[in-house]
């Protein structure tokens, strides 16, 4: 094959479509013909083993429906309003134990209790309390987030050099400005860890929670679909778990670290094209 | 012309514009659409409507439809609500899978004819 095509430059001389692009997409056709293979060679019913093209057929249908767009639009705003509100409670709480003894000591303990009862444990007690819907997800998927944002920043602010806050304080500098200035941003890579780890719970969290506790989001199309044989729309429903959580990578989770971390020299870039 | 953020960010926000473009265009149109569809229809008393579907309704459009008044039922392709709340009407109808609606004399005259 000539290297014309793969290779087409732009304004810049830079090639359209890189290399990495081109796999990628190779991989995914490779995995599509694989797939309908598979599907002529078993010849299993297709509510048993849906086909490529039943998927895709179902997707139209779901989308000339409104209920994908709906489904996706609901799940999105649900993620976003409960990872800002554990990445919230985690960095307040966090920097709270890591600079008090007081609030370390009285919380300590307690935290590291809850920290053990998983938000699935919560979600029938929040369904009984609050009801079906937004507010039960959101604390749920926010609790799951907390816990590793929390303990990322703990670790993050325990284990700035102390040598930084003392010439910091001889030199006359505040409370406030010893916190903005040394200990946040040392604990940075710690806390954008936290924050990623965070994120990948919570997204598990919310197909989770809306399995059990809603009547929209994709969670709730995956559950939907296998209780009513449905799995052409299941499948539907993984595949876009599997986009949003691009989405999520790329949007959100790699520039973060772009900008701070990796910018920052505190780690090296390793992120390919994947 | 460069964007004065960080490179890391430019894809992100200008992902994020053209969402808020396209979440701002989505809403006109809704409107506007919202407003044709309900164009013969009086408002001002909780009308009984007629909803037409290109598809058979299933648990997410029934929904819909008891937001938005008593729903009646299902049959040739039609929905019947009666008692229907304006607002959610108005929302109802900026969905682009409404086909048509239209108030339920409306609909009798013409299967009476």
Same mark, same amino acid.
């Given at each position: 094959?000539?290297?014309?095509?793969?290779?087409?430059?732009?304004?810049?001389?830079?090639?359209?479509?890189?290399?990495?692009?081109?796999?990628?997409?190779?991989?995914?056709?490779?995995?599509?013909?694989?797939?309908?293979?598979?599907?002529?060679?078993?010849?299993?019913?297709?509510?048993?083993?849906?086909?490529?093209?039943?998927?895709?057929?179902?997707?139209?249908?779901?989308?000339?429906?409104?209920?994908?767009?709906?489904?996706?639009?609901?799940?999105?705003?649900?993620?976003?309003?409960?990872?800002?509100?554990?990445?919230?409670?985690?960095?307040?709480?966090?920097?709270?134990?890591?600079?008090?003894?007081?609030?370390?000591?009285?919380?300590?303990?307690?935290?590291?209790?809850?920290?053990?009862?998983?938000?699935?444990?919560?979600?029938?007690?929040?369904v009984i309390w609050i009801g079906y819907g937004f507010n039960t997800i959101v604390i749920a998927i926010a609790y799951v987030v907390f816990f590793p944002v929390l303990y990322n920043t703990l670790t993050g602010v325990q284990t700035v050099k102390l040598v930084l806050i003392n010439a910091m304080q001889t030199?006359?500098? *505040?409370?406030?400005?010893?916190?903005? *200035?040394?200990?946040?941003?040392?604990?940075?890579?710690?806390?954008?860890?936290?924050?990623?780890?965070?994120?990948g719970f919570a997204f598990r969290g919310l197909i989770f929670a809306e399995m059990i506790a809603a009547g929209s989001g994709i969670g709730f199309l995956i559950f939907d679909g296998s209780t009513t044989r449905q799995t052409d729309r299941v499948v539907v429903g993984m595949i876009m778990m599997g986009v949003?959580?691009?989405?999520?990578?790329?949007?959100?989770?790699?520039?973060?670290?772009?900008? *701070?971390?990796?910018?920052?020299?505190?780690?090296?870039?390793?992120?390919?094209?994947? | 012309?460069? +964007?004065?953020?960080?490179?890391?960010?430019?894809?992100?926000?200008?992902?994020?514009?053209? +969402?808020?473009?396209?979440?701002?265009?989505?809403?006109?149109?809704?409107?506007?659409?919202?407003?044709?569809?309900?164009?013969?229809?009086?408002?001002?008393?909780?009308?009984?409507?007629?909803?037409?579907?290109?598809?058979?309704?299933?648990?997410?459009?029934?929904?819909?439809?008891?937001?938005?008044?008593?729903?009646?039922?299902?049959?040739?392709?039609?929905?019947?609500?009666?008692?229907?709340?304006?607002?959610?009407?108005?929302?109802?109808?900026?969905?682009?899978?409404?086909?048509?609606?239209?108030?339920?004399?409306?609909?009798?005259?013409?299967?009476?004819?």
């Amino acid at each position: 094959m000539t290297n014309s095509t793969n290779n087409l430059p732009n304004m810049r001389g830079r090639p359209l479509v890189s290399t990495a692009q081109w796999r990628g997409t190779l991989g995914v056709v490779s995995i599509l013909v694989a797939w309908q293979f598979s599907v002529w060679v078993i010849a299993l019913p297709a509510y048993f083993y849906p086909a490529p093209k039943d998927v895709f057929s179902a997707f139209i249908e779901l989308m000339q429906k409104g209920i994908l767009l709906e489904y996706l639009s609901d799940s999105a705003v649900r993620y976003s309003v409960s990872v800002a509100t554990g990445v919230g409670f985690g960095l307040t709480f966090g920097l709270l134990i890591g600079l008090s003894r007081f609030w370390s000591r009285l919380l300590g303990p307690i935290i590291n209790f809850f920290y053990a009862i998983v938000e699935v444990a919560w979600i029938p007690l929040l369904v009984i309390w609050i009801g079906y819907g937004f507010n039960t997800i959101v604390i749920a998927i926010a609790y799951v987030v907390f816990f590793p944002v929390l303990y990322n920043t703990l670790t993050g602010v325990q284990t700035v050099k102390l040598v930084l806050i003392n010439a910091m304080q001889t030199l006359g500098a *505040t409370r406030w400005q010893v916190l903005v *200035t040394v200990i946040i941003p040392s604990a940075l890579p710690n806390i954008i860890t936290g924050f990623r780890v965070g994120a990948g719970f919570a997204f598990r969290g919310l197909i989770f929670a809306e399995m059990i506790a809603a009547g929209s989001g994709i969670g709730f199309l995956i559950f939907d679909g296998s209780t009513t044989r449905q799995t052409d729309r299941v499948v539907v429903g993984m595949i876009m778990m599997g986009v949003m959580w691009l989405l999520i990578d790329r949007l959100l989770l790699r520039p973060v670290e772009q900008a *701070t971390i990796v910018r920052w020299g505190l780690v090296r870039n390793q992120g390919g094209n994947t | 012309m460069t +964007l004065p953020i960080h490179p890391a960010w430019r894809t992100p926000f200008l992902t994020v514009i053209g +969402l808020v473009v396209v979440l701002i265009l989505a809403a006109v149109v809704g409107r506007i659409t919202s407003a044709r569809t309900l164009a013969g229809i009086d408002l001002a008393d909780r009308p009984d409507v007629v909803v037409s579907l290109s598809f058979t309704p299933e648990r997410f459009h029934l929904e819909k439809f008891q937001d938005v008044g008593r729903y009646q039922g299902w049959s040739d392709g039609q929905a019947v609500i009666l008692s229907s709340d304006p607002e959610e009407l108005r929302r109802l109808a900026r969905n682009y899978w409404i086909d048509a609606i239209e108030p339920h004399e409306v609909h009798n005259d013409k299967l009476d004819k």
